[in-house]
């Protein structure tokens, strides 16, 4: 098949001016420093690329007809073959036009000046590609014609295609992509071609019920949901670029919290706002258990005889995909044993490795350049081994940044074996113990109010942040409908890694009921603060946040089937949360809380037993909510404690 060269399209922003637009570079003279510094770094490096590579753009056939648009940038230098690494994006691989380049090549700058060639493909149904788009489209695994796809045969035409039609290649390929992209990494293994060695699935998309971006354990991650699909959700009649597409208004501009109470019960949002323009919504509303929808789009049952070398990575801080890396390194170690399979886990937000230094998330500094570190020392190495035979393979299972004493660990397998589980019980007046609790009965309670939710940030934002990963639990313990139990000061670290375990015994006067657990450490009042942060914070007495979840209860026995609480009765709900690498430091403390709501991260239980993308106004009820810490009933949050260094 003979390629078919496009014509020229309008090329996008410039870098900075899109990171400015977008709200991640703020005005000011840092920041028109920082600004500044970045376009002519990125100048400097445009004009290389510019002056390095030959750009081309195909539409690639795949096995079913379907023509997927790929720009591909070939090394001007023929002195010797190169790998390909491919991205395949949902979010356009503009700037279109063969004489229009992209102002960057590869995850980090290293790999544009080292050269390979780069292949950027629209998925199938997006922007320039052809067919129909579909939301995480599940695994095929049992394809009964030739010309079935899915995701990872359409990976495996494409690498086959570049194999036949580029000449400068060196028969090898790599993939890496961050978020969504990192879903097609993840759904390029199943079946892959075997000229793709290595891969690098990054915060990818993995499970979208039970711990990624919309659903966490059933709970709708409200507002993070709407923000993604109000612009993202709106299906195309047609390939368009993106500057072909009026992007729509977002409503929800000053404050999340006041816009979605305001808003009422979920049906408005569809009533009001997306007007059965957003497909996905409607069908993240309508499949609210654990059903077929949802366990097909789970692709962590088939990465299956994996033969690829894959480098799995996340942040711990990381609000949107945390969940995905971790159980998407978990599922290829338990299902492909003695596979080339490692795991890095930062302490960064949603891909903040792939720019910047890395040294700080909201107030808390990291005192060192972690993504810096990343970028040069785990994944440009990992890349140059697999697909150039460069350098060594030198990466430990696991490598992960332990926060609190804020210094990267090696550890030869994740969990670390090295960790035994230890319960942290809840005890009367609020305090928090290794030591089970005496007395045969006990509870705390508060009146959760759905009309008055606690809110996930002690401020005012239009949107998710990235910081309420970190934030500061004091506006939380200040208020009766949040329980909030905490260790004495502790006489030594604790070292934490590993998943955690909330198993706690509750009752509800309602039908339906959230339960949000967050593990938290606590500063002590005199912290001394020796780098203080832009804002001025000082760290005194600062509650961190360090995981938090939520539960949505009526899926305490299952997912798939969802059952009322008996109002008054006592039951046991026992969640994982996603793991952590973080000491809790001599004289701080340790700190849990407990409350049923988080708004509007999360969006509102009703309280009572009905379907909740139906509820109406009448059905969101007050409820007594309590937490049982009784010999009987011994409510505990388990961690895995490492042994002292």
């Known amino acids: 098949m003979r390629s ?61 007809g379907v023509r997927l648009f790929t720009a591909v940038y070939i090394p001007k230098d023929n002195s010797e073959k190169w790998p390909i690494l491919l991205l395949r994006t949902p979010y356009s691989v503009a700037p279109y036009g063969v004489n229009n380049y992209r102002a960057s090549l590869g995850p980090s700058e290293r790999f544009a000046r080292e050269k390979f060639i780069f292949a950027y493909q629209d998925v199938r149904g997006r922007h320039m590609s052809e067919g129909e788009f579909v939301n995480v489209r599940p695994h095929n695994p049992n394809k009964r014609s030739p010309r079935e796809a899915d995701e990872s045969s359409d990976t495996y035409d494409t690498i086959a295609w570049l194999l ?38 990054q915060a990818p998309v993995t499970d979208w019920f039970l711990g990624d971006d919309f659903r ?16 993202f959700g709106r299906p195309r009649p047609e390939p368009l670029r993106p500057d072909e597409v009026s992007p729509p208004v977002n409503p929800n501009r000053v404050d999340a919290y006041r816009f979605f109470l305001e808003l009422g019960p979920l049906a408005n949002i569809n009533e009001k706002h997306f007007k059965n323009q957003v497909p996905f919504w409607n069908e993240l509303l309508r499949e609210d258990t654990y059903n077929q929808f949802w366990q097909a789009r789970d692709i962590r049952r088939h990465l299956r005889r994996i033969k690829t070398a894959v480098l799995t990575v996340g942040g711990w ?16 170690e338990k299902q492909n044993p003695g596979a080339r399979n490692n795991l890095v886990m ?19 500094r990291f005192h060192s350049a972690t993504a810096r570190f990343y970028r040069d020392e785990i994944e440009f190495p990992f890349f140059n081994y697999h697909l150039k035979d460069k350098g060594a393979a030198e990466l430990p299972e696991a490598y992960a940044f332990e926060t609190g004493v804020n210094t990267w660990r090696r550890f030869e397998a994740w969990p670390p074996t090295a ?57 939380a313990s200040s208020r009766t409908d949040v329980l909030t139990y905490k260790t004495g000061e502790l006489e030594e670290d604790v070292s934490v890694a590993g998943p955690i375990t909330a198993a ?28 203080p942060n832009p804002a001025g914070v000082t760290m005194g007495g600062y509650q961190q946040l360090v995981r938090g979840e939520a539960f949505r209860g009526r899926f305490r026995k299952s997912f798939e089937k969802p059952e009322p609480f008996t109002p008054g009765r006592m039951e046991k709900i026992e969640f994982t949360l996603p793991d952590i690498c973080h000491s809790f430091r001599r004289g701080h403390r340790i700190m849990v809380q407990i409350q049923s709501s988080w708004f509007p991260l999360v969006d ?6 009905v379907k909740i993308a139906e509820a109406r106004a009448a059905d969101f009820v007050k409820a007594t909510q309590r937490v049982y810490r009784g010999k009987a009933a011994p409510s505990s949050v388990r961690l895995r404690v490492m042994p002292k260094r």
């Not at 892959?192 to 060695?197: D, G, I, K, V, W």
């Not at 059933?218 to 109000?230: E, K, N, S």
């Not at 509102?604 to 037993?609: A, M």
């Open 216 to 231: 966490h354990n059933g709970a709708l991650y409200l507002v993070h949901a709407f923000q993604f699909l109000h612009f």
């Open 504 to 531: 706690i015994w509750v009752s509800t006067t309602g039908t339906d009921s959230d339960w949000v657990v967050k593990l938290i450490d606590v500063f002590p009042e005199d912290y001394p603060d020796p780098s």
């Open 419 to 475: 960790g035994v589980e230890r319960p942290l019980y809840l005890r009367a007046e609020g305090s928090l113990s290794w030591n089970p609790p005496g007395d045969a009965t006990g509870f705390d309670e508060y009146v959760s109010d759905p009309n008055k939710p606690v809110p996930y940030i002690a401020g005012f934002k239009p949107g998710m942040t990235i910081e309420h990963m970190v934030e500061d639990q004091r506006f």
């Open 164 to 201: 036949e039609h580029i000449p400068s290649h060196n028969g090898r390929a790599g993939m890496w992509g961050i978020s969504y992209p990192g879903f097609y990494t993840s759904a390029a293994l199943p079946d892959a071609h075997p000229a793709l060695r290595a891969a690098s699935p």
């Open 604 to 609: 509102r239980n009703p309280q009572t037993y």
């Open 317 to 332: 801080f990381d609000a949107e995909d945390c969940f995905g890396a971790l159980r998407t390194y978990e599922a290829i």
């Open 4 to 64: 078919r060269v496009l014509r020229t399209f309008q090329a996008a922003r410039p870098l900075t001016a899109g990171l400015l637009a977008a709200g991640l570079l703020t005005a000011g003279p840092l920041a028109a420093a920082a600004a500044a510094q970045t376009q002519q770094s990125g100048q400097d490096l445009a004009a290389f690329i510019k002056a390095s590579y030959t750009k081309h753009e195909f539409r690639i056939p795949v096995r079913d």
């Open 346 to 364: 930062g302490p960064w937000s949603h891909g903040a490795w792939a720019g910047g230094e890395g040294d700080a998330l909201g107030f808390l």
